[in-house]
Nanobody
Framework: QVQMVESGGDSVQAGGSLRLSCVAS??????MGWFRQAPGKEREGVSC????????LYADSVKGRFTISRDNAKNTLYLQMNSLKAQDTAMYYC????????????????????WGQGTQVTVSS
């Protein structure tokens, strides 16, 4: 079992930046991802990074604005979010898969085994 705790969510103006962090209770050779869920909408994949950190995938809606990274020595996953938009408003969750590479359908929550409780990001226009 892996416990994961997110932090860094906040309320910001459009165009601003935030950095989310997610600390895992132990190191696990797993790909990790960020998901988000807005009220009334399904949870969607934002980004996924391999265990080595050498490869990352992004949803089209965040490409060029968000950057995922990880520090395995600290068991920590990050999401740098720049040029935030009102439509980025959501609860953000980190998740760990059960394999070192991002699942083929990485944007599907079912492919991730461990989840944090979420951190709220609110962007006002």
């Amino acid at each position: 079992q892996v416990q994961m705790v997110e932090s860094g969510g906040d309320s910001v103006q459009a165009g601003g930046s935030l950095r989310l962090s997610c600390v895992a209770s132990r190191n696990t050779p797993a790909s990790m991802g960020w998901f988000r869920q807005a009220p009334g909408k399904e949870r969607e994949g934002v980004s996924c990074i391999t265990w080595s950190g050498g490869s990352a995938l992004y949803a089209d809606s965040v490409k060029g604005r968000f950057t995922i990274s990880r520090d395995n020595a600290k068991n920590t996953l990050y999401l740098q979010m720049n040029s935030l938009k009102a439509q980025d408003t959501a609860m953000y969750y980190c998740a760990a898969a059960s394999r070192p590479y991002c699942p083929g359908s990485w944007g599907v929550p079912d492919d991730f085994a461990y989840w944090g409780q979420g951190t709220q990001v609110t962007v006002s226009s």
